[in-house]
């Protein structure tokens, strides 16, 4: 009986594991995860964005537009039978039109999508059911469960290393697939060194998050539950909307590096309770060439100086002050303007045209002010607020073939952490192609 490894539980992991398991029962799979329950984009908040225009790209896949769709609609149903919710944005064709074409207006343009949102409230019980199926198809879940280190056996097969409970051992298996997600993609980028895994520098995406009052954003999120806008969509580092939050909330995350701890800001959203804001990321891409080609590095920079300016806190600014290139007081914040869903402790009152360098503060002022011509009130108040640092990394990507298999026989990769996708259905549909090419390695043909 053949082995496998996969190391995260995200959707990729998730999603692999259920493929492995529904095509060829004789394999056994061992799904590690260093956290007590899958982490990331599937418990917090969960939005599913049903098109293959977002959060994958399928020339790089080398999948078909046709492909893609029915892993989609695959991945759309397999949620839906474990307790995702019924309820469809994005559905109204005739009101989506026009929106985008007042985007375009706008110098901006509109992806339409279908999507569904689960809800931080509601993610748990989803990835519980997830659970439950796994183990029911015989799958080893191994939480709490840190994997030290892979090392390629001179024969055949691999020893993986884990850590639970300060108590070490090791294992061995045929395969492994590397689904880290986004927090363990600096420990694969080492492992991958040492390994001999090949790898290109992938880009960055930093900027803020905006917060606003519910009612203000509502000509969009009426219409798309999540808008996905892109300014100069046929740039290489374009700039775009990410993560809308209606009635959302303000939340802070931890970045750990190199045993060094950072706030960085993000948002989410239950379902059930909401409040009177909604909150959403304005995002800016950039790559590196040499000689600075660690774009995770720099990216790290750019929060360790957020960070700085903030006392070891991210920072919060008023919307015209912003603008204004003015600093925000803490009275200011106290006296007017918006109610912060985030506790005012956690962040300081500052200015981040300071922390983040021209290029990228000019990019985001030019998309506020065109987004402004589109949603009546997200420049105009000058009251809404502004929270940096914003910071996603898709910074290595794996050189794999169409399986996702890398350079290195048998160890395939998946998902955010390995630059093959950026989100959750993304991430989903990874998995099954990493799957599928262990399946095939193991007889098992696709049409």
Not at 116 to 141: A, C, Y
Not at 276 to 281: E, I, K, L, S
Request: charged share 30%.
């Amino acid at each position: 009986m053949k082995k496998v490894a996969i190391i995260g539980s995200g959707p990729a992991g998730i999603f692999s594991a259920l493929e492995l398991s529904k095509h060829n029962p004789n394999i056994e799979i061992t799904l590690f995860e260093k956290e007590p329950y899958s982490s990331g984009g599937m418990i917090n908040d969960c939005k599913l964005n049903l098109s293959h225009e977002i959060g994958m790209n399928i020339e790089e896949l080398k999948i078909s537009e046709e492909n893609a769709n029915n892993l989609i609609s695959y991945i759309d149903k397999t949620f839906l039978e474990h307790g995702a919710p019924d309820n469809l944005y994005g559905v109204d064709e005739d009101k989506i039109k026009r929106l985008q074409e007042k985007a375009k207006l706008c110098n901006l343009e509109l992806i339409s999508c279908k999507q569904r949102h689960v809800g931080t409230d509601n993610s748990k019980n989803l990835t519980d059911k997830f659970k439950e199926t796994l183990m029911k198809n015989g799958i080893s879940i191994q939480t709490k469960t840190e994997v030290k280190d892979i090392i390629k056996n001179p024969e055949d097969g691999f020893a993986v290393i884990t850590s639970k409970e300060n108590e070490e051992s090791f294992s061995g298996f045929d395969y492994i697939i590397s689904a880290p997600g986004r927090a363990g993609s600096i420990w694969f980028r080492e492992k991958a060194d040492k390994l001999g895994i090949k790898y290109l520098w992938g880009p960055v995406d930093v900027g803020v998050r905006v917060e606003m009052l519910k009612k203000n954003y509502e000509d969009l999120t009426d219409i798309i539950y999540d808008p996905k806008l892109i300014m100069d969509s046929s740039d290489k580092e374009f700039t775009r909307t990410f993560c809308t939050n209606p009635g959302g909330r303000i939340r802070l995350e931890r970045l750990v590096e190199n045993e060094d701890t950072f706030s960085i800001i993000n948002g989410d959203a239950n379902e059930d309770s909401k409040t009177n804001n909604t909150n959403f990321a304005i995002l800016t891409r950039f790559y590196l060439t040499e000689p600075l080609i660690d774009t995770r590095k720099e990216g790290l920079e750019l929060v360790k100086r957020v960070n700085r300016y903030g006392g070891g806190k991210p920072l919060v600014q008023r919307m015209q002050d912003f603008f204004n290139n003015k600093r925000t007081k803490a009275e200011y914040l106290q006296t007017n303007g918006l109610i912060s869903t985030l506790n005012p402790s956690f962040v300081t009152p500052g200015d981040i045209n300071l922390a983040y360098s021209y290029k990228v503060v000019s990019k985001i002022k030019t998309f506020i002010e065109k987004l402004d011509h589109l949603a009546l009130g997200v420049r105009a108040d000058p009251n809404n607020l502004i929270y940096a640092p914003e910071i996603k990394f898709y910074e290595t990507n794996y050189i794999t073939t169409p399986d996702l298999e890398t350079n290195i026989e048998n160890i395939f990769v998946a998902g955010d952490g390995a630059g093959k996708s950026r989100g959750i259905v993304g991430a989903a549909l990874t998995g099954i192609l990493a799957a599928r090419g262990i399946l095939k390695k193991e007889g098992v043909e696709y049409k």
